[in-house]
């Protein structure tokens, strides 16, 4: 097969994947619909226009409510998206999110004479965090073979319930009369960068530029580096990269802690935000982090595709905030979304069958 085939066979893959995530959004608001319809069939109509359009009908407060609640979801989206591109399920996000978000907090409150550098210091800190909690899945991977999925899983919970702990055993941290972590400092709160006067009303701060960026670092690391071409070697074929003479485990433990660092910075960027965000003790693992594999599916694991996605993502949660104007409950964005990752993720099992198939038709024909 020549340059030109695989450059078409190439083109049709990228085709196949961007309809596929177009379908998979069709698919979920229409099931988002049909709920609507069986719950409430008088108001379903407007309840599912305002889905699609109610968070335009704010105006710029509206926008800037989109972009805030992207910001989070677009850096988990990353942190999955860059795993698969490396070979590996990184479901452990919400744990890494969590303990990012921990690590952020500790600063904020207890780094109180850092200045204007506090808020950097605790972003910092919350890449580590979760940079930390996603080691162990990549030591457990590279050296003992122990599917990062199991052990991510396991993660979550651990990272969840000891974080609980740490919070609630900590004076310095723990709000005992609303069951929290304590206020911040407004010095460890993410400037907004000029965005409050643009996006007036929102909660928008400059965490949105700081994803962006984000994004944009990932993509030419993935795409334009040395270090990116091995991460994704070693993710196609473990024994080939050996062969090659790329170093598959520690290239296995970067992807992983690099992943980690994404899903922590986004717990950072939230509970930075200004919002009134805290650490709530509860039992719950962080949403973020499973809304991240949707926001990974749907961009199809490019960190530009996972911007869109993100912001996709974001658009019809702020506009199902306004189901409550139509005594709809606004769980509904949540079943659409988890339609849309059932979808995307069956999507994804039906291009790397193509895949393969194109792989095998190739090695016939030479």
């Known amino acids: 097969m020549d340059n030109t085939s695989n450059t078409q066979v190439t083109k049709k893959t990228k085709n196949f994947g961007f309809l596929s995530s177009v379908f998979a959004i069709i698919v979920g608001l229409m099931f988002g619909f049909i709920i609507l319809l069986v719950s409430n069939p008088a108001e379903a109509g407007q309840g599912f226009i305002t889905i699609l359009t109610g968070a335009l009908t704010r105006g710029t407060r509206g926008i800037g409510q989109i972009f805030y609640y992207a910001t989070p979801i677009i850096m988990t989206g990353l942190s999955v998206g860059f795993a698969f591109k490396t070979g590996l399920f990184n479901i452990g996000a919400s744990g890494q999110f969590i303990m990012g978000a921990f690590f952020s907090v500790f600063v904020g409150l207890t780094m109180t004479s850092l200045g204007g550098f506090h808020w950097v210091v605790a972003l910092i800190a919350s890449a580590v965090g979760g940079a930390l909690w996603a080691l162990i899945p990549g030591l457990l991977k590279a050296y003992a073979n122990v599917h990062e999925v199991i052990s991510s899983i396991m993660m979550n919970y651990i990272g969840m319930y000891l974080v609980n702990a740490m919070v609630k055993n900590s004076d310095i941290i723990f709000d005992s009369l609303k ?7 407004k010095t460890a709160y993410i400037p907004k960068m000029g965005l409050d006067k643009i996006f007036q009303g929102s909660s928008v701060n400059g965490g949105i530029i700081i994803a962006l960026i984000m994004a944009i670092i990932m993509y030419i690391v993935l795409t334009k580096t040395t270090f990116g071409f091995e991460l994704r070697a070693v993710g196609f074929n473990r024994d080939a990269s050996r062969y090659a003479g790329i170093n598959e485990k520690k290239n296995i433990v970067l992807s992983m802690v690099i992943a980690g660092a994404l899903a922590g910075i986004a717990g950072g960027l939230l509970y930075l935000a200004g919002s009134g965000k805290h650490i709530e003790v509860v039992d719950v693992l962080a949403a973020e982090g499973f809304t991240g594999i949707s926001v990974a599916l749907l961009g199809l694991s490019n ?28 769980e509904v964005i949540n079943i659409i979304i988890a339609v849309i990752i059932y979808f995307s993720a069956f999507s994804l099992i039906i291009k790397t069958f193509i895949n393969k198939f194109n792989s095998r038709r190739k090695g016939g024909k030479e």
Do not use: V
């Open 179 to 185: 069951n929290q972590s304590k206020a911040l400092p």
């Open 303 to 330: 960190p530009i595709g996972i911007i869109f996605s993100g912001l996709f993502i974001a658009y019809i949660t702020a506009g199902g905030f306004y189901l409550q104007l139509f005594d709809f409950s606004t």
